[in-house]
């Protein structure tokens, strides 16, 4: 009796390690157009802090996550972002009054407090994200970068073009529904 064979292609691999956006040390870049959502994951310090974002180096907005009180997994939505947006995380530790950005030139003691990963897989959601977790010590800590972490993942939006094919398409399918059912209850009413 032979054995069942299963194969996984490398296309099908390669499918699934896609890449989830650009990241250099500093700020996360949208690679395309999309819903961005960050994800809470998580935090092992003993200080309590909480984290901020900035978009296009904007004023910071506050995030709900907060890592002494906030579930695990919780979703944050920064909503629509065009492609070549930038952010910028920011952890600010209530114990000391000092907030990290993970713009290293914009701390207080010259150091990078941050650690950005693309292609994370997470338990939060399907498919990967780009990990952000900060150092929270002046000087720099065990700099093992896990006081305050988050997931980011970016949901493609269509663009406007994609749109008005997207509604032409689905008016199209609307008549052609419309003349099923006009057909159908003539064909009943004729029975
Ligand atoms: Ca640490």
Redesign the pocket.
């Known amino acids: 009796m032979g054995k069942l064979k299963l194969s996984l292609s490398a296309a099908a691999v390669a499918a699934v390690m896609t890449s989830a956006g650009s990241a250099s040390a500093a700020v996360i870049t949208i690679p395309y157009m999309s819903i961005v959502t960050l994800y809470f994951d998580g935090g092992?310090?003993a200080f309590h802090e909480a984290l901020k974002v900035s978009v296009n180096g904007g004023s910071p907005i506050a995030t709900t996550f907060d890592n002494k009180t906030t579930p695990l997994g919780t979703p944050f939505s920064l909503g629509a972002l065009a492609a070549g947006a930038t952010l910028t995380f920011l952890d600010h530790v209530y114990n000391t009054g000092l907030t990290w950005s993970s713009n290293d030139a914009a701390n207080s003691d010259g150091i990078s407090h941050v650690a950005v990963t693309p292609g994370v897989t997470s338990p939060y959601f399907s498919g990967t994200g780009s990990y952000v977790g900060f150092?929270?010590?002046k000087g720099g800590?065990?700099?093992?970068?896990?006081?305050i972490q988050a997931l980011v993942t970016f949901t493609p939006v269509p663009e406007l073009s994609t749109w008005g094919m997207l509604v032409a398409g689905f008016g199209g399918l609307g008549y052609a529904a419309f003349r099923r059912s006009r057909k159908n209850s003539l064909s009943f009413v004729g029975a």
């Open positions: 092992d310090a150092e929270d010590q800590g065990d700099k093992d970068f896990n006081d």
